[in-house]
C-alpha cells in the first residue's frame, strides 16, 4: 500500500514567494487533512475536505493560504506570498470519512521561507 | 472551549520501566481515541486506538485505558526500550456529528526518553 504521498519533501524559497504542496491521499480514502507542525504551536489542523470538500477551514491561518481538491485523489495547499512565519512541516493525512476511523500521515514537506 | 490535554510534557524513564501518558478531553460525546508516535523528523504514525465502547486494549507493550465518566484515557508503555524514545500524541475526535467525518483534535504532546 503506497500510502499518503506528499510533495516535494522540502522546500526551501524566499519570502513573498508562491508555495505549492501536494497530497494524494490513499486510495479509496474520502477525507483528507492538511495540518502544520511547529515547536511553538504543536500540530495545528488547518483544513478538511470530505469527498473532496472543503468542511471546515477555520484553521487556515490567513487568506494567503488557501487549499483544493479537484478529484478524489489530489489535494494542494498554497501559500501566496509566503513569509518567513509560515516555515514549519506541512502534513497530510487521509482517512475513511465515517467516524472512529484513524488517519494516515503522509511523510510531510518540510518548507523554509527565507 | 473543546480541547484535549496531554501530560506530562516530557518523560524521562529507565530502559524496562514502564510510561504511563495520560489525557483529558472535554466533550463527553467523544468516542474515539487514537494515539500516534512521532520519531526524529518523521511523521506520526498511528500506535494504537481506543473506540468508547471498551475500558482497555492492548497491544504487546503497548495499552490504552478509556475512562468515560471521568473523561480521561492513558497509553501505558511496559519494559520501555531505547526505540520507545520519541514524542507521542494523543487525539479525540471532539463533537462528533453523522457526516463530520473524523475531525481530531491533537494533545499537546509528551517528548518521551528512554534511557539505556
Known amino acids: 500500500d503506497a500510502g499518503v504521498i506528499q510533495s516535494p519533501r522540502h522546500e526551501v524559497t524566499e519570502m513573498g514567494q508562491e508555495v505549492t504542496l501536494r497530497c494524494k491521499p490513499i486510495?479509496?480514502?474520502?477525507?483528507l487533512f492538511w495540518y502544520r507542525q511547529t515547536m511553538m504551536r504543536g500540530l495545528e489542523l488547518l483544513i478538511y475536505f470530505n469527498n473532496n470538500v472543503p468542511i471546515d477551514d477555520s484553521g487556515m491561518p490567513e487568506d494567503r493560504f488557501s487549499a483544493k481538491m479537484p478529484n478524489a485523489s489530489f489535494s494542494t495547499l498554497k501559500i501566496q506570498p509566503s513569509e518567513p512565519r509560515d516555515s514549519a512541516v506541512y502534513f497530510c493525512?487521509?482517512?475513511?470519512?465515517?467516524?472512529?476511523?484513524?488517519?494516515?500521515f503522509g511523510d510531510g514537506t518540510r518548507l523554509s521561507i527565507l | 472551549g473543546e480541547n484535549v490535554e496531554q501530560h506530562p510534557s516530557t518523560l524521562s524513564v529507565q530502559e524496562g520501566d514502564s510510561a504511563v501518558i495520560k489525557c483529558t478531553y472535554s466533550?463527553?460525546?467523544?468516542?474515539?481515541f487514537p494515539w500516534y508516535k512521532q520519531e526524529l523528523g518523521k511523521r506520526p504514525q498511528l500506535i494504537i486506538d481506543?473506540?468508547?465502547?471498551?475500558g482497555e486494549k492492548k497491544d504487546q507493550r503497548i495499552a490504552v485505558t478509556l475512562n468515560k465518566t471521568a473523561k480521561h484515557f492513558s497509553l501505558h508503555i511496559t519494559e520501555t526500550q531505547p526505540e520507545d524514545s520519541a514524542v507521542y500524541f494523543c487525539?479525540?475526535?471532539?463533537?462528533?456529528?453523522?457526516?463530520?467525518?473524523?475531525?481530531?483534535?491533537f494533545g499537546g504532546g509528551t517528548r518521551v526518553l528512554v534511557k539505556p
Open positions: 487525539a479525540a475526535i471532539l463533537q462528533p456529528t453523522k457526516g463530520a467525518g473524523n475531525k481530531l483534535t
Open positions: 486510495s479509496g480514502h474520502n477525507s
Open positions: 466533550d463527553s460525546a467523544s468516542n474515539y
Open positions: 481506543i473506540r468508547s465502547n471498551v
Open positions: 493525512a487521509s482517512s475513511f470519512m465515517d467516524s472512529n476511523q484513524p488517519q494516515h
